[in-house]
């Protein structure tokens, strides 16, 4: 199994940046894809982005493209969430989650085996 913590998360005001961190432990991290999902108070959880198993390929929600930056570094065994230009909407709790599926980045959240316990991001002035 694989054991997932992000870190990073808390209070920021409008425009500013964050970066989010997810440390893998006790699995194949170097073989999953990861990807990172939001969720607002009364909403879905819904897919920010992913990244592949070796970095080399990102995918991101139309929403977030140009705002948000996904990388991992696989010798440190995490993967990373920057955020920019953030905005009151943006509130949310963040996870992050592997996923077993290859040749693709998976975007459902059923298409991830794992995930982290969330980490909370809010953004007001």
């Known amino acids: 199994q694989v054991q997932l913590l992000e870190s990073g998360g808390g209070l920021v005001q409008p425009g500013g940046s964050l970066r989010l961190s997810c440390a893998a432990s006790?699995?194949?991290?170097?073989?999953?894809?990861m990807g990172w999902f939001r969720q607002a108070p009364g909403n879905l959880r819904e897919f920010v982005g992913g990244?592949?198993?070796?970095?080399?390929?990102?995918s991101y929600a139309n929403a977030f493209k140009g705002r948000f930056t996904i990388s991992r570094d696989n010798a440190k065994n995490t993967v990373y969430l920057q955020m920019n230009s953030l905005k009151v909407e943006d509130t949310a709790v963040y996870y992050c989650?592997?996923?077993?599926?290859?040749?693709?980045?998976?975007?459902?959240?059923?298409?991830?085996?794992?995930w982290g316990q969330g980490t909370q991001v809010t953004v007001s002035s």
């Open positions: 989650a592997a996923s077993s599926r290859q040749y693709y980045i998976p975007s459902y959240t059923t298409e991830y085996n794992y």
């Open positions: 006790g699995g194949t991290f170097n073989t999953s894809a």
């Open positions: 990244i592949n198993q070796k970095g080399s390929s990102t």
